[in-house]
């Protein structure tokens, strides 16, 4: 069957009340972003309340549902057929030949639900939906009607044209991004911190990265792969401006210099220091990371604390009860998981204590961080001063 429009649904931007059209206006612009790369000519719009995708001409079906199912404060996508107003009896003879093509099994209940925004019709709403039910129950006597629980609605809306739909393909939900500010998602190569980066932006939160790369210690396919990862991140959250950062003369420093069991907090204090230092000069809001309680030593909650205590933003940690099973699911359902599972370690995986401290006293961190002198600083201003900024869209 051939679609013409794409109704669009959405959940929680219905109730903004007098600020609905910032959202309406932000989640227009975010389909006509995704919209961009597939085959075909769209128009997307808003109309009455509503937001449709006209498809002119040839396109892609499926590509184009693809690229919607992936925007951000879409509940619900529903293709739709468009009929010139021909008279009602040739309304009836096209609602007759939709169900027929849409549902090849007609063992089924349904219900006609009619509305009129164009009320010089002929005919009110209620008896669009008699005469149209009188219809289908005469050319498909096995089919049933029932009001309450139908496995069909069709759904019939008068315009200037005559829009038939019956379908709902779930969105993915959420608020459109960029409608909450803009956060910076500590970004590596494993399965979580891309699955918070999906999550945040299901906010409406517009997102930047950081990376921290480790040459020689890692390769530069492991930077590859971030990127990958950042792709496919942006495939829901829309550009993302990565930043690469050199981190291997800071990690040798701490490693010379701290005890060893305390490596991992400090390298993470400073990462997030690092991190922050850009968030800030972009205007960003917050910190993301893919950290779970007691996942790994450094996500305890004493080694948390310890983290936080270098940071002025907040830092949102939108996995922090899930466990990995969870986790892994999410990162299969927007295809990340194969990315991360590929044998390219970060930096967070080589200098790795044998016994890492589980319950870092902070003041007791602090007193080991004065060891790193001056010469910290340095380091510090040159891995910002040399970061590598990647556009990934």
């Keep these: 069957m051939k679609f013409h429009s794409f109704l669009i649904k959405y959940g929680e931007i219905g109730i903004k009340g007098k600020n609905r059209y910032l959202f309406e206006d932000a989640l227009v612009r975010q389909m006509r972003f995704a919209l961009k790369d597939v085959d075909g000519s769209f128009y997307v719009h808003k109309s009455y309340g509503r937001v449709y995708v006209d498809c002119d ?15 951000f404060g879409i509940v619900g996508i529903c293709p739709v057929v468009r009929l010139e107003d021909r008279g009602f009896e040739q309304l009836k003879k096209d609602v007759a030949a939709y169900i027929g093509e849409m549902y090849p099994d007609k063992n089924k209940t349904f219900k006609v639900e009619a509305r009129r925004s164009r009320k010089s019709y002929p005919k009110t709403s209620m008896e ?25 609605r069709l759904n019939v809306e008068v315009r200037e044209e005559i829009y038939l ?19 910076m998602l500590l970004l590596s190569g494993g399965i979580d911190s891309p699955v918070a980066g999906y999550m945040v932006s299901k906010r409406g939160v517009e997102l930047e990265a950081t990376y921290f790369h480790a040459p ?3 390769s530069e396919r492991a930077k590859e792969k971030v990127v990958d990862l950042a792709k496919l991140v942006s495939k829901y959250a829309g550009p993302i401006k990565l930043h690469v950062v050199n981190f291997t003369d800071i990690q040798l420093y701490i ?46 909650m004493q080694s948390l604390a310890a983290t936080n205590a270098v940071c002025t933003l907040p830092v949102y940690r939108p996995l922090i009860g899930f466990d990995k099973r969870e986790i892994v699911e999410i990162s299969e359902k927007i295809d990340t998981y194969e990315t991360s599972i590929q044998p390219f370690e970060d930096c967070c995986t080589i200098f790795v204590a044998k016994h890492p401290v589980t319950k870092p006293n ?15 600083d340095e380091l510090v201003q040159q891995a910002i001063d040399t970061v590598e900024i990647i556009k990934v869209k």
């Design 165 to 183: 739909y019956s379908e709902i393909i779930p969105g993915p939900g959420g608020m459109p991004v960029g409608t909450n500010g803009s956060a």
């Design 362 to 376: 902070l003041e007791r961190i602090e007193k080991s961080e004065l060891n790193l002198s001056e010469k910290i």
């Design 255 to 300: 490693y010379e210099k701290c005890p060893h069991e305390e490596l991992t907090i400090i390298m993470r204090r400073y990462m997030m220091k690092i991190a922050e230092h850009f968030a800030k000069k972009d205007g960003c809001l917050g910190m993301i990371t893919g950290e779970s309680i007691g996942q790994v030593a450094s996500q305890t």
């Design 216 to 218: 020689p210690y890692t």
């Design 128 to 152: 669009i939906n008699c005469d149209l039910g009188e219809v289908i129950l005469e050319t498909y006597p096995e089919m049933k009607v029932d009001v309450h629980h139908p496995d069909i």
């Design 57 to 71: 001409g040839d396109y892609d079906y499926e590509e184009t549902v693809e690229s919607l199912k992936r925007v």
